[in-house]
């Protein structure tokens, strides 16, 4: 007999978004090759068949977790470029990278580059996604640029697409020095040479 309530699926066991950070803190670690389904259901606290159940598949995973991931720090990254000039724009999207690429509550260097260094054709896949996500980044930075350019807030004769390739360059490499051990303070000290380079004067 109905008692006229909706039905209702049956509850999750876990929570989904803490879940997907648990993976992505996995592909972060290790690539996306590198990243076992024993590592990943470890960490996740499921099984494979919820896994399967939930995600579809290992590349499926990858895709929300780095999806989650990537919204954060586009987040971050369209905070920093709303700063009012471009030299202050510029200055807080690398200086709140180099912040981000060493903090200690997460693994060093940044999962976009990490996830998938060095992965097989057949997880080409993969990459492509990690690249669609720093184009992403990247073009946030040229819209700003040009913006700036507009307004005549940048040199005359700066390219403003090829400033922000030359911004997205430097922290995207200072994301494997990071990963590599470079400290916070090392990063910062590359942030003021670059700043001095591209002439961009407050």
């Known amino acids: 007999m109905s008692t006229g309530a909706p039905a209702t699926g049956r509850p999750r066991a876990f929570d989904e978004e803490a879940v997907l950070d648990r993976a992505a803190e996995v592909f972060w670690r290790h690539g996306y090759e590198g990243a076992s389904l024993s590592a990943l259901t470890s960490a996740m606290g499921i099984n494979r068949p919820s896994l399967y159940a939930t995600f579809g598949s290992k590349e499926q995973l990858f895709q929300r977790a780095f999806a989650r991931y990537h919204e954060t720090q586009v987040a971050l990254a369209r905070a920093a470029l709303d700063r009012p000039t471009a030299y202050a724009a510029v200055e807080a999207f690398l200086r709140s990278s180099a912040d981000g690429l060493t903090a200690g509550d997460h693994p060093a260097g940044c999962l976009s580059i990490q996830g998938g260094l060095a992965c097989s054709p057949e997880n080409s896949r993969v990459s492509e996604i990690l690249a669609t996500g720093r184009a992403a980044t990247e073009s946030a930075l040229v819209q700003r640029?040009?913006?700036?350019?507009?307004?005549?807030?940048?040199?005359?004769?700066?390219?403003?697409?090829?400033?922000?390739?030359?911004?997205?360059?430097?922290?995207?490499?200072?994301?494997?020095?990071?990963?590599?051990?470079?400290?916070?303070?090392?990063?910062?000290?590359?942030?003021?040479?670059?700043l001095r380079a591209v002439a961009l004067h407050p």
């Open 145 to 194: 640029l040009t913006r700036a350019a507009e307004e005549g807030d940048l040199p005359d004769g700066v390219d403003a697409r090829a400033l922000a390739r030359f911004v997205m360059a430097l922290s995207e490499g200072h994301a494997v020095h990071a990963a590599a051990g470079a400290s916070r303070e090392d990063l910062q000290a590359s942030v003021d040479i670059a």
